[in-house]
């Protein structure tokens, strides 16, 4: 049977404030305990407050008080995180606030053996891997073949909106009742029996006592108002910044245009020297052909005169030797008379 709450709260245990009341605030212990045990599987029997939570912290707080910090029977540390925007370096910074949690357990001269896990879980409001199918996802290091390099680093993320999506299947698991929390709570009139317990109870206690309480109350609305306040800023900031980029991408792609357009002006140019020289040299060619077959002719007219030349004298010896011959003829002609004469 659902358990009245006495109608919709509308408080939201996502807002800072209520978040740090419900999970770390040291008479809470068993409301961390069963959330800590559902995300990661264990079955603590201790989650003490390393970072006590304190009203002064939210009535003095200019930023969001972000994290909450525990520590198990076992040694082992918890990052509770509440993530309620998106951010573009969110796992980068969900590593370092792993990572700086991990090496603050060491002093100069500790063994590394000293260290002890820590196991963080980000509840984030936005979706931080929208392309993961499963509303849990759990992120550890492993190499190419699934060998895990060591326990004590592990990441937890529990993308709330999946709820809407994956209710049903969501209920059949441990922290089933912790999604139904984050994303119904605020105007829930009961708690439903699939999700029910004892440290659930306790959890809507804390939204009652915000909702019941005035000064609670004020403070619960003074940091609603703050977190949307800030996040409208970051959202002018990010704007802005997009617009900014986009100018700048703009004028980048415009000095690119103009470069392409005075690279393709001067491959234009190129092209014309270039047709303007292959022309050139087809008329050097062309005369160079002609004045080569000025030559040819002069060269066969001058063989043509050699060969004139060589016939006229031969014309001229023929002559020489025919003259020769008639004076022989003559002179034997002669001799022949006088031997006639003298006989």
Known sequence: MPIPIGGPLGID???DIVFHA??????????????????????????????????????????????????????????????????????QRMLCGWAKTYAAQLERGDPYGKLRPVLSVWVCEADPFPDAEPAQLTFQVRDAAGRLLHPDL???VLQLRRWARLRDDLLRTPTGRWFWFFNE?????????????????????????FHDNAELGALYR?????????????????????????AEAHAAAAEAHAAAAEAHAAAVEREKQAEKAHAEAEKARADAAEREK?????????VEARADAAEREKQAEKARADAAERELEALRAALAAASARRA
């Open 13 to 15: 245990p996502r807002v």
């Open 22 to 91: 419900i999970f770390a605030d040291p008479a809470h212990e068993a409301v961390r305990i069963d959330f800590l045990s559902a995300v990661f599987g264990l079955r603590l029997l201790e989650a003490q407050v390393i970072s006590p939570y304190s009203l002064r912290d939210f009535s003095e707080a200019k930023g969001m008080v972000v994290d909450v910090r525990a520590r198990d029977d076992q040694g082992r540390f918890y990052l509770i995180e509440m993530q309620r925007r998106m951010m573009p370096d969110l796992p």
């Open 154 to 156: 592990r990441i937890e």
């Open 185 to 209: 709570a605020a105007r829930a009139e009961a708690i439903p029996d699939a999700v029910a317990s004892p440290a659930l109870e306790e959890a809507m206690d804390v939204l009652k006592a």
């Open 222 to 246: 003074s940091r609603e108002s703050y977190e949307h306040i800030e996040a409208s800023w970051k959202h002018g900031i990010e704007r802005a910044e997009a617009r900014a980029a986009a």
């Open 294 to 302: 000025q030559a040819e002719k002069a060269r066969a007219e001058a």
